[in-house]
């Protein structure tokens, strides 16, 4: 089974929709992370939270809210969705031991599509 | 100017091509990460790399530190090896990643 598992895997929703994509991981990871990628972009983050209790907005976390409802859960929320929210979104963890260089594993990924 | 650069920002290739993708970056760093990006969407780790050279299978990674920059060099190319290849550093004692904007290659049979 996959350590990082995002649902859903694809969406399309309309404009003013509210939208919950989720992540699981079993790897037992502090730290996890939502980014976006757009094409001809590279990824870039959204939130990041290295506990339950600590979240944090990345570079682009206008339009979007975060829930750390477990170690192994981070929720990423669009309350009103807009097209330009249109992109592939992943979702990523790492351990935070000063030996780990902040490797991250990356989910498969959710395709969301704002009509 | 982006943090990280990729070059070529595209590259196709013949099958047994020696390829060479290029990564620089404008801050210090504390590591440099490698990722490759199925044509499916998934990402995976290829290399972390703070120093040197790395080598697993048909793969190797180099880091200059005082030039900033950073190669991903690929023998004997082969199709399954099309993807995007993302350059991403941590810089210093940050807790985040920055990302290049990536690589994409092509290798034809």
């Known amino acids: 089974d996959a350590d990082v598992t995002q649902t859903p895997r694809n969406r399309i929703t309309k404009t003013g929709k509210r939208i919950m994509l989720e992540c699981s991981q079993t790897k037992g990871h502090d730290r996890m992370y939502w980014y976006r990628q757009d094409p001809g972009l590279g990824l870039r983050l959204i939130y990041y939270?290295?506990?339950?209790?600590?979240?944090n907005k990345g570079e682009i976390s206008d339009g979007y809210s975060v829930s750390r409802q477990a170690q192994a859960k981070f929720s990423l929320s669009l309350e009103s969705a807009i097209p330009n929210q249109t992109a592939l979104y992943f979702c990523?963890?790492?351990?935070?031991?000063?030996?780990?260089?902040?490797?991250?594993?990356f989910g498969p990924g959710t395709r969301l599509t704002v009509l | 100017k982006n943090e990280v650069e990729q070059s070529p920002q595209n590259l196709t290739a013949q099958e047994g091509e020696f390829i060479t993708i290029n990564c620089s970056y404008s801050?210090?760093?504390?590591?440099l990460h490698w990722l490759q990006q199925h044509p499916g969407g998934g990402i995976v780790s290829l290399f972390m790399l703070s120093s040197g050279k790395k080598k697993h299978g048909r793969l190797i990674a180099t880091i200059n530190i005082q030039e900033k920059h950073s190669s991903l060099h690929i023998t004997a190319s082969h199709p399954r090896d099309s993807a995007v290849y993302i350059c991403?550093?941590?810089?210093?004692?940050?807790?985040?990643?920055?990302f290049g904007q990536g690589t994409r290659l092509t290798i034809n049979p």
């Open positions: 990523a963890t790492s351990d935070g031991t000063a030996n780990s260089y902040n490797e991250q594993f």
């Open positions: 801050v210090g760093i504390s590591a």
């Open positions: 991403a550093v941590r810089a210093g004692g940050a807790q985040k990643l920055v």
């Open positions: 939270s290295f506990d339950v209790k600590d979240i």
